[in-house]
């Protein structure tokens, strides 16, 4: 197992974890938080401040980065892949979701 990648998961209901160096696919990188422990082994290289699964993403579930949600899976995301925009979908200021009635 390579030594000295480095992650960040600041909530243990995080499904991703971000990168804090360039890691590249095949490496394993140990992610702990608050009493939760991973060992995720990169199915792709991940950049610096990018995010990479810690657990299972199913197609539509939500992606949740430092405790809240900031999307949608559009297709299932296994663990240590690169998460980003090919397999996420925003949620936020989405415009076409507003529901009618809704108060601002």
């Known amino acids: 197992m390579e030594e000295g990648y480095r992650a960040v998961m600041l909530n243990p209901e995080d499904s991703v974890a971000v990168a804090l160096s360039l890691i590249p696919a095949g490496a394993a990188v140990e992610v702990s938080c608050r009493g939760s422990r991973f060992t995720v082994v990169l199915r792709d290289a991940v950049e ?3 995010k990479f699964a810690v657990v299972p993403i199913r197609k539509g579930q939500d992606v949740r980065k430092y405790g809240e949600v900031i999307g949608a899976a559009t297709r299932n995301i296994r ?3 690169h998460v980003h925009v090919h397999n996420v979908e925003g949620k936020r200021g989405r415009g076409d979701r507003v529901v009618r009635g ?3």
């Open 102 to 104: 809704e108060s601002s």
């Open 48 to 50: 610096f401040g990018h």
């Open 79 to 81: 663990v240590g892949e």
